[in-house]
């Protein structure tokens, strides 16, 4: 089974993550926003950087299955 064919199942069972890297003003030090981080931890093979999976999902065009998840996540 190739990865690409796991994250359906990876999204549904909580296997990716989303952090929130503050972004600040760099005069004030005030937070202004958030970037939204995503990560896939696999259950075999640890955590995956996004520079592996982004790219293979938007080849495939199941890029926006994760988009979702980080909206989701990330609106608080």
Known sequence: ???IDT??????????????QPKCNAETGTIVGA??????NH???GVIPPGWF???LERA???CHVDV???RTSRG
Do not use: H, Q, S, T
Request: contains cysteine; aromatic residues 20%; proline residues 6%.
């Open 61 to 63: 065009g199941r890029i």
């Open 69 to 71: 998840f980080v909206w």
């Open 54 to 56: 982004v790219p293979v």
């Open 7 to 20: 994250v359906d199942y990876a999204l549904e069972n909580g296997e990716f993550c989303c952090y929130l």
């Open 43 to 45: 259950p075999k093979y």
């Open 1 to 3: 089974i190739k990865l």
């Open 35 to 40: 970037e939204a981080l995503v990560r896939w």
